[in-house]
T-cell receptor
Framework: QQQVKQSPQSLIVQKGGISIINCAYE??????FPWYQQFPGKGPALLIA?????SEKKEGRFTISFNKSAKQFSLHIMDSQPGDSATYFC???????????FGTGTSLTVIP | DVKVTQSSRYLVKRTGEKVFLECVQD?????MFWYRQDPGLGLRLIYF???????EKGDIPEGYSVSREKKERFSLILESASTNQTSMYLC?????????????FGSGTQLSVL
């Protein structure tokens, strides 16, 4: 059973536009929701993360929106740039647990 | 910054061969992970080690084993490689305490089993 569902699978956005990637999770006990960014030939790297005590977290052009009641969270990339072209993975976990459950990934292409 | 090094970027093996994938981290992290990355399936946990000689199965441990004899090194072993084990393998590490929220990944090993 997929613990975290991610959509869309791929996304093409014009430079300067807003990229939005959505995730939904099953386990209401999850209390840590990170997003990882992966460039070709590299391993994923932590981009931004949120705990469920807040509904939004912003770091520069990247924002996580979190809806606890709907068990959904999303990544918004404002003013998308070609350098943002990468694969993005959402994940969910118990903060003090040992396992991260990753979504299936979204391939983002930002067109100049 | 933390460096997680995987010994091979690309590896080609034959069906039935025993395959070793090596991973070394330089930050004295107790926790280390092996993930498998497949298109459309995301990252799936194969094995987790929370300290030397300690390991736990992840979601897809069948056909794999691991070894953690030293803190900095975590090896993934395919006892008898099969074509359905062709994949990208990612090693990761993290601190179990402060900073535990961040996984540090290696660049991956693309394994092809022919």
């Amino acid at each position: 059973q997929q613990q975290v569902k991610q959509s869309p699978q791929s996304l093409i956005v014009q430079k300067g536009g807003i990229s939005i990637i959505n995730c939904a999770y099953e386990n209401t006990a999850f209390d840590y929701f990170p997003w990882y960014q992966q460039f070709p030939g590299k391993g994923p790297a932590l981009l931004i993360a949120i705990r469920p005590d807040v509904s939004e977290k912003k770091e520069g052009r990247f924002t996580i929106s979190f809806n606890k009641s709907a068990k959904q969270f999303s990544l918004h990339i404002m003013d998308s740039q070609p350098g943002d072209s990468a694969t993005y993975f959402c994940a969910a976990s118990l903060f003090w647990g040992n396992q991260f459950y990753f979504g299936t990934g979204t391939s983002l292409t930002v067109i100049p | 910054d933390v460096k997680v090094t995987q010994s091979s970027r690309y590896l080609v093996k034959r069906t039935g061969e025993k395959v070793f994938l090596e991973c070394v981290q330089d930050m004295d992290h107790e926790n280390m992970f092996w993930y498998r990355q497949d298109p459309g399936l995301g990252l799936r946990l194969i094995y987790f080690s929370y300290d030397v000689k300690m390991k736990e199965k992840g979601d897809i441990p069948e056909g794999y084993s691991v070894s953690r004899e030293k803190k900095e090194r975590f090896s993934l072993i395919l006892e008898s490689a099969s074509t359905n084990q062709t994949s990208m393998y990612l090693c990761a590490s993290r601190s179990p305490g402060q900073g535990r929220e961040k996984l540090f990944f290696g660049s991956g090993t693309q394994l092809s089993v022919l």
